[in-house]
């Protein structure tokens, strides 16, 4: 196959360009002689993208292969992103995380992964969702749903937000971790913990990036 080139690499794709190296799968420093470009994801909006005929990989920029729109990529990612955010609330919390009474704002990807992992570890969880369809779905898997409305009447000690909008204010009292691409939680203590995969887990974000451009490529080959 062509070689790789990873273009201006953040934590996550240098991460990628290493297990590329790895795994035996040739990388280039030649953005002319790659067969496919890698760039940061996702894309900073200023990043300058190299006209080149082989695919040219990154997230949420017009004109390039956008993994942001991979069913498979955002569903590995928001697995990731739902570790990360687990492990975060772990070293925050001053009890561990089956005493708390943990309330998640939303039902999206990274709410379902989250969700799960913290009915494994026996935590009283609540969902709450705006829409109908979303609450039935996560009590049909078991957990307590209640409307976003109602949420702002209760109190939890451990609060995740996944919703990109302002819907809850938490009192200083509450761990709140807002997952969210913009703020969703109102609050002087609220961690925003956008982007935790790469932050918080490189490696993982690294290998998810490269399989899921080789995937692709192969696909496109196909």
Request: hydrophobic residues 45%; neutral net charge; contains cysteine.
């Amino acid at each position: 196959m062509k070689p790789l080139y990873f273009h201006n690499p953040s934590p996550a794709t240098a991460w990628a360009r290493e297990l590329a190296i790895v795994r035996g799968i040739p990388v280039t420093d030649d953005p002319q002689q790659a067969g496919a470009v890698i760039l940061p994801i996702p894309t900073p909006g200023e990043a300058e993208i190299p006209p080149l005929a082989c695919p040219v990989c990154g997230g949420n920029r017009k004109g390039i292969t956008d993994l942001l729109q991979d069913e498979l990529y955002l569903w590995e990612n928001a697995r990731i992103t739902a570790h990360c955010a687990l492990a975060l609330a772990m070293q925050h919390a001053p009890f561990i995380l089956p005493q708390g009474n943990i309330l998640l704002l939303g039902w999206g990807r990274i709410s379902q992964c989250l969700a799960q992992l913290l009915k494994n570890l026996g935590c009283k969880l609540t969902v709450a969702a705006r829409k109908e369809k979303d609450r039935a779905a996560a009590t049909a898997l078991g957990y307590r749903a209640i409307p976003i409305e109602q949420a702002r009447k209760e109190k939890f000690s451990i609060v995740f937000n996944t919703v990109p909008a302002p819907v809850l204010e938490v009192s200083g009292d509450t761990l709140a971790i807002d997952l969210a691409s913009q703020p969703g939680l109102l609050g002087e203590t609220v961690l925003w913990a956008r982007g935790l995969p790469g932050k918080m887990a490189p490696k993982s974000s690294g290998e998810l990036i490269l399989d899921t451009v080789l995937r692709i490529m192969k696909e496109e080959e196909a």
